[in-house]
Each structure stands twice: as structure tokens, then as C-alpha cells.
């Protein structure tokens, strides 16, 4: 289960924020170029630095650009326990 859509507004506004800002990718450092667009591996996704699964915040301090690859490589091992933990595994 996905835990989104809680607030698309909010989403929407933090998204703006950073092809404004437009800071380089905090997982591998390197520089994101925002005008790719969804699915490219290297487009610009919001990344949360503490998942909401595990109770982090919606805020903007909780969020930082990255690129979509760099997302889903971190998703992949930090997601990994918490389905173990949910008991969808067992
Ligand atoms: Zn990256």
C-alpha cells in the first residue's frame, strides 16, 4: 500500500519548489536536469528523508530532489523491512 494523495496541493507546491530551486540530487550528489519528464531514470522526483511509512513528515523539511533512479535504488532497501515488519511477507 502506497500512503499518498493525503494532500496533492501541498505535493504539488513542494514539487514547484524545487524545479524553482532546482538543487542537485541529495542521494548521489549529481546535478538533475528538471526538464525530463516521468519515467526517464534520471528525471527529478520528491524524495522523502524520513518515508512517511516510517513516520516521517509530509513537511518540506522531510523532502529533498532526486533523481527518479536514485529514489527507487534507496526505495528498494529502505522499503524492503518495513513490508517484513507489516506481516505482508509472512
Ligand atoms: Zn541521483
Redesign the pocket.
Known amino acids: 500500500m502506497v500512503q499518498e494523495g493525503r494532500s496533492s496541493a501541498l505535493r504539488k507546491k513542494h514539487r514547484a519548489h524545487f524545479a524553482r530551486s532546482k538543487p542537485s540530487?541529495h542521494?548521489?550528489g549529481?546535478p538533475i536536469d528538471y526538464s525530463l519528464k516521468w519515467p526517464d531514470p534520471m528525471c527529478f522526483v520528491v524524495d522523502h528523508l524520513v518515508a512517511i511509512a516510517n513516520g516521517g513528515s509530509d513537511q518540506l523539511s522531510n523532502k529533498a530532489a532526486?533523481?527518479n533512479h536514485?529514489n527507487s535504488k534507496k526505495r528498494a532497501r529502505v522499503y524492503a523491512p518495513i513490508i517484513r515488519r507489516s506481516g505482508t511477507l509472512e
Open positions: 540530487c542521494i548521489c549529481g532526486s533523481h536514485c
